[in-house]
């Protein structure tokens, strides 16, 4: 299966202007770290399950049901292997003590939700958010547990049992469910789900674009750390488990989507538990800020050097 490369570029354009439009919205206070709270609800807890619920209740049943256990095995190796590698390249950065077990977090946790969901969706069709679906059940369980760890600094993982059990994990467990049941949903219903999960990407840029525009650009770009942490996240990562998978998965879109998903930016969780646990904000920022903007040329890249034929 080719991907249309140009399509993909163009779609990554489209999200960096709407990332620019929320951007704007926050240095004119149109939006604010506040609005952006209740906006992250929104897409938590509807928009992105009802993105996940329909992906399994309306499109065809690509995957049988061994491949769908496939899948959520090799998610929870990949996610064993990302933990494995962070603990290789903070030193090899040199990076100060106190803040290794953050670049740890940025090589492990990626954006999945809020911009995995959108652009695998342009890519692949709607059929291709319950790929996504199955990562982010995993994804869930690693950052509340190993995540919290690497963050909260004493040692201690505070798991909290909300955290595990949220909108997101129970909509993603029941597409698993359906997905397997091979159901089907009234037209009405799943046209609502469709409406409802439309709503998700404008909203998703716009927030990430606001919490951008309080970030000082002269911190930003003066971590020379954090574009070798880019290089490794938006390129290599993803390529060498591109090789490390293709004698594995023959099915094109499925391989395509966890390229996708490992090749994301940093996950826009990190800054939110790096102020929960006092850790570095601005580094936690700074982060998000560099992989997403440089995402949306390397994704494209990916797309164009792996799967243009």
């Given at each position: 299966m080719q991907v249309d490369?140009?399509?993909?570029?163009?779609?990554?354009?489209?999200?960096?202007?709407?990332?620019?439009?929320?951007?704007?919205?926050?240095?004119?206070?149109?939006?604010?770290?506040?609005?952006?709270?209740?906006?992250s609800k929104i897409i938590n807890c509807i928009t992105n399950p009802c993105n996940v619920l329909y992906s399994a209740l309306c499109n065809d049943h690509a995957?049988?049901?061994?491949?769908?256990?496939?899948?959520?095995?090799?998610?929870?190796?990949?996610?064993?292997?990302?933990?494995?590698?962070?603990?290789i390249v903070p030193p090899l950065l040199r990076v100060k003590q106190e803040q290794r077990n953050q670049y740890k977090f940025m090589m492990i946790f990626s954006n999945i939700g809020y911009m995995g969901i959108p652009v695998i969706s342009s890519i692949y069709g709607s059929s291709a958010v319950f790929y996504i679906a199955i990562f982010i059940m995993v994804f869930n369980v690693v950052l509340f547990t190993y995540g919290v760890y690497l963050l909260c600094g004493d040692g201690k993982v505070k798991i909290r049992i909300s955290d595990l059990v949220s909108p997101m994990m129970v909509c993603s467990f029941l597409s698993l469910i359906f997905y397997l049941m091979k159901a089907r949903a009234p037209v009405i219903l799943t046209d609502t789900l469709d409406t409802l999960g439309a709503v998700t990407t404008p909203c998703a840029m716009l927030i990430v674009g606001c919490a951008l525009s309080t970030i000082p650009l002269r911190d930003v770009f003066s971590n020379w750390r954090l574009y070798f942490v880019s290089l490794f996240k938006l390129l290599i990562i993803p390529i060498a488990g591109y090789f490390l998978l293709r004698p594995i998965i023959t099915n094109e879109t499925v391989l395509g989507v966890i390229v996708a998903i490992l090749g994301m930016p940093v996950a826009t969780n990190f800054t939110m538990l790096s102020a929960q646990y006092d850790r570095d904000q601005k580094l936690a920022a700074a982060a998000v800020f560099i992989t997403t903007l440089l995402s949306v040329g390397s994704i494209p890249?990916?797309?164009?050097?792996?799967?243009a034929g």
């Open positions: 490369v140009t399509g993909v570029f163009r779609q990554m354009i489209i999200l960096f202007l709407l990332m620019a439009v929320g951007y704007i919205a926050g240095k004119t206070n149109v939006m604010s770290l506040s609005s952006n709270k209740n906006l995957l049988s049901n061994g491949e769908v256990f496939q899948l959520l095995g090799i998610a929870a190796a990949l996610y064993i292997g990302l933990i494995v590698l962070a603990q890249l990916l797309m164009r050097l792996l799967f």
